[in-house]
């Protein structure tokens, strides 16, 4: 993956071995396909779970602990996608150290108490990787579809900044470091209640901005020198007619220069896949029913239930549940599968077992 790389920010079910997890962006709203650069600066939450699952939860536990996080769980599976968002329990400290990793061009060592004292250093990130995510992390323009040009995270320096709010707003974060200097800010109730209205942008954010505009009131702060393994090389975006310039690793730089948006493969995107749903005994079951969706609408392709064609995939189809194991296609005119999950349904309604009817209606749930 590249700074230029093309993320699909759109909503997504995950099934999990706990029930269906489905993130969401903190301001309700999907900007479909975005670079990985805008979707870092803007924080935004779909593409950061779709990026753990091309990485891989264990890799990026390993990577945690390399940065000094201590307590995480051995089991990667107690974390699960949500891990991306930032479910680890973690401190301050921890990860004010692992961002002044980052502002030392992918170094980390032990902070010291005592100044000028210095602790050994490992190589965390490779150079040319430090450089990018502080690119992206100091981009005015790029974090402007979350957070606009202007407000608490726009110094009048150069600073690479990131905020972060958890579940019901019980934790604020806003960590970020220029060119001496790395600073975090925690903001919540030592109780653990949630607060109330208070996000990384408007409780911890300001704080920071705060502090290091007084850290730097009489000194500059200049951007990285550009490592010799990182180049800067034109993209055209052709879905938007639109060139610009991006830096990549030397030897992931587009061959021809272009990035081409691609066609979204189709996909199902409820149910999910080895989603299990239970029926209702007090609901008759005329009233209970499931609605299929699938990503690009598309009339050409048809849906498929247990080897039946039921619908065309122009349209969410809706159907009344069966007690038992299934199997849902996306096909062609020709039967070939352009995508297939498989879900379960427990229980049993006394009009269970009447024929299942089927009904085209406009997409909604």
Known sequence: MTPASLL??????????????????????????????????SSLNIPAVKTL??????????KLRELGFAGLKEDQEFYGPSLALGSADVTLWNLVNAYRALANGGRWSEISYAPGRSAAERRVF??????????????????????????????????????????????????????KYTVGVWIGNFSGEPMWNVSGMSGAAPIWLEV??????????????????????????????????????????????????????????????GTVMALDPDIPSDRQKVFFEAKPLDKSLNWMLDDVVIGHAGAAVSWSPRSG?????????????????????????????????????????
């Not at 450089?131 to 150069?158: C, H, K, N, Q, V």
């Not at 200049?222 to 991006?246: D, S």
């Not at 039967?335 to 006394?350: A, C, H, L, P, Q």
Request: hydrophobic share 35%; aromatic share 8%.
């Open 8 to 41: 699909d920010d759109s909503a997504m079910d995950i099934s999990d071995p706990r029930g269906i997890y489905r993130p969401r962006n903190y301001d309700e709203r999907y900007q479909g396909l975005v670079t990985a650069r805008a979707a870092l600066a």
């Open 53 to 62: 699952g091309l990485v891989g939860t264990e890799v990026f536990l390993r």
């Open 126 to 179: 490779s150079p040319d990787s430090a450089y990018l995510i502080s690119s992206i992390l100091s981009d005015r323009e790029s974090r402007s579809l979350t957070f606009g040009l202007e407000g608490p995270l726009a110094t009048r320096f150069w600073s690479a900044v990131k905020t972060g709010t958890s579940k019901e707003m019980r934790d604020n974060w806003c960590v970020g470091y220029s060119s």
């Open 212 to 273: 290091m505009n007084w850290l730097h009131r009489t000194e500059p702060s200049n951007p990285p020198k550009v490592p010799t393994g990182v180049v800067e090389k034109a993209v055209e975006e052709r879905a938007q007619k639109n060139t610009y310039r991006e830096w990549f690793v030397q030897g992931t730089e587009p061959i021809v220069h272009k990035v081409n948006a691609p066609q979204l493969h189709h996909k199902i995107i409820y149910p999910a896949d």
């Open 325 to 365: 194991n299934h199997s849902l296609a996306l096909v062609d005119s020709k039967n070939r599968v352009m995508d297939r999950i498989t879900f379960s349904v427990r229980g049993r309604v006394e009009d269970n077992k009447q024929e299942a009817g089927f009904s085209d209606r406009a997409l909604s749930r």
